[in-house]
């Protein structure tokens, strides 16, 4: 099975001398850019937004938050503390496309409950399909309950008329989305009897736009159309958000309130219909610059020590796994088997006040194997000053000195850099070189004799240009007469073939081709093994590109066809 990546969580605690699990409140809004909230004073005229400002009050407002620039990458590495390269989840994931996350990962939601939390998500999940569960994914990725939208409103579906999944059972609902989020939030809260994880994932203020319920925004939308005034509408919709939050607030209160720790969020930034100067549609949601991956982050609750504060630390949205994960007592690091690598950094010391400086010197984000805007997939890293963007489709490269240029006019690379700014421009490239660089079993194999062959990677070293890659073909059987490797671009389409292929036909039950076979390399078996070594060239052009290897292992009497396959790999080529 395919190990992949938007959707969220969080958790809580109480900070005396030490941190105490406590309730937390998760919430996301969709699109919903730095911009777009009042009190970060980044637009020109966001809309009011008076309850999540009085979060930043009484908490701490992040300014140099970070996400991936769509929906359900940011998605997937909030519920596993994993970049979006490891997931697999780089873009957006609906109705049979994209990349799902895979039910292989280890989520927040299970960790919690194995170490006695209840987790609901009310909202959108975005994050699969039929193939990773259907309408039970979010159930099956383990959150005890489950209410919400599947993916975004796809027309004829509004705000007022849509399909709503409640643990696996779908009907229609006729209740504002927005609305219905808050309200299962309130049942599902109320009913619990030990400390909760309730993570709301709203739909708003994500397209199709729309005028809400007139009580919850104070624009004047009559006789206006979203198609000539989408940043009214958009606006009108980002304070509906607000107002509900503030009855949600009302009807959890005081005393509840004063034990549960909240978070508010963005997925990713302002869409570029609803940007306005000095943001850019060229800038907003679906790029890897400012506009897009920028995003509002602020905690509140009895875990900040001296609220009111406003951090400029680097944090981002992998950070969430680990910061919860502590908030709760529990060691991520411990929690998580050890092959599985995590990328985030609890940043709860910036909460305590008790960080010293920066806990990570990079934030990296990401975009890639989408099924449109091909020309937008690529890299970003950037440390406290500068910023690296790397576009995929045109292996083409800018470079930002962001506190001086925070909207990214100026690329430095039009000219010679100062020492200052080849030292710096070093660094972001060496960061996004290392992080490009990985390897992870994809599709699972089929047993022979002696259970299932596996591709095992010789010293941890992971795919590098110039480097010779080296993959043992293991647990074979003693009968195994020999094995071939097979190497391939995709694993989605060989030909007119769908990927992973079942190979039931061929005499091979159970068995699927998970890679397409572009290359196939005889291997020699010898006790029980079979090595496997490929050369990458020194050509930078191949940097961050992926291929995929599975072997065909000749065993008699594994099956009619007397031949099984290993479990599959996905390998991205670093530096």
């Known amino acids: 099975m395919i190990q992949r990546l938007p959707c969220l969580i969080l958790v809580t605690v109480l900070c005396a001398t030490s941190v105490v699990a406590q309730n937390t409140l998760l919430m996301v809004a969709d699109d919903v850019g730095v911009d777009a909230v009042a009190c970060y004073k980044e637009g020109t005229a966001p809309p009011p937004t008076p309850n999540i400002d009085a979060l930043a009050k009484s908490g701490v407002l992040f300014r140099n938050a970070y996400t991936n620039p769509i929906c359900s990458p940011t998605r997937a590495t909030l519920l596993t503390g994993r970049y979006c390269s490891r997931t697999g989840v780089g873009a957006v994931v609906s109705y049979g496309r994209g990349v799902p996350l895979s039910l292989d990962e280890v989520t927040l939601p299970e960790v919690l409950n194995a170490n006695g939390h209840t987790c609901a998500m009310l909202g959108k999940w975005h994050l699969g399909d039929a193939r990773n569960g259907g309408d039970l994914g979010p159930n099956l990725a383990g959150f005890n309950y489950y209410a919400g939208h599947m993916w975004n409103l796809k027309s004829p579906e509004t705000y007022y008329s849509w399909r709503k999944v409640t643990n696996g059972k779908a009907r229609t609902s006729k209740v504002y989305v927005t609305t219905d989020n808050v309200n299962e939030a309130i049942a599902w809260i109320r009913a619990q009897t030990k400390p909760w994880v309730c993570v709301i994932t709203f739909n708003a203020a994500h397209a199709p736009y729309h005028a809400p319920p007139s009580n919850l925004h104070t624009y004047n939308l009559s006789g206006k159309t979203p198609g000539k005034y989408p940043a009214l509408f958009f606006k009108a919709m ?10 949600l607030f009302q009807s959890l209160g005081p005393a509840t309130m004063a034990k549960t720790n909240v978070i508010f969020m963005g ?97 990296y984000v990401e975009r890639f194997g989408g099924f449109h805007n091909k020309q937008k997939d690529g890299q970003a890293v950037r440390n406290n000053k500068y910023k690296l963007v790397h576009l995929d489709q045109s292996n083409t490269s800018s470079f930002y000195n962001l506190a001086t240029d925070p909207f990214e006019k100026n690329n430095l690379l039009s000219r010679s850099l100062t020492s200052v700014e080849k030292a710096n421009y070093d660094a972001l490239q060496a960061e996004l070189d290392r992080l490009r660089g990985d390897y992870w079993p994809i599709a699972k194999g089929c047993p022979g004799n002696s259970g299932v062959p596996r591709l095992a990677l010789v010293g941890n070293r992971t ?84 291929f995929f290897q599975q ?16 479990h599959g790999g996905r390998a991205t080529i670093g530096g």
């Not at 930034?269 to 800038?283: K, Q, R």
């Not at 020699?524 to 050509?539: D, E, I």
């Not at 065909?552 to 099984?564: D, K």
């Open 238 to 247: 980002v304070q509906a958000i607000d107002t509900e939050i503030g009855r």
């Open 267 to 363: 997925d990713n930034g302002t869409p570029g219909n609803a940007s306005e100067p000095p943001f850019t549609s060229a800038h907003a949601k679906t790029s890897l610059f400012e506009g897009g991956v920028n995003v509002p982050l602020i905690v509140s609750g009895p875990i900040v020590t001296g609220g009111g504060r406003e951090e400029k630390s680097l944090v981002t949205s992998v950070d969430v796994f680990a910061t919860v994960l502590e908030l709760e007592g529990i060691d991520a690091r411990k929690a998580v088997p050890a092959a599985i690598p995590l990328d985030g950094v609890s940043f709860v010391p910036y909460l305590t006040n008790k960080a010293t400086g920066s806990l990570r010197e990079f934030v």
């Open 463 to 546: 795919p590098r240009l110039g480097k010779p890659f080296v993959i043992d073909v293991v647990d074979l059987d003693a009968k195994a007469a020999g094995a071939v490797g097979i190497l391939g671009l995709s694993d989605t389409w060989f030909g007119p073939i769908r990927l992973p292929w079942v190979l039931d036909i061929l005499g091979m039950p159970g068995c699927v081709l998970a890679a397409s076979p572009d290359l196939m390399t005889g291997l020699a078996v010898s006790q029980r093994s079979a090595r496997w070594t490929t050369t990458l060239p020194q050509a930078r052009a191949l940097l961050g590109k992926q």
């Open 551 to 566: 072997a065909l292992v000749l065993e008699a009497g594994s099956n009619r066809a007397g031949m099984i396959t290993s």
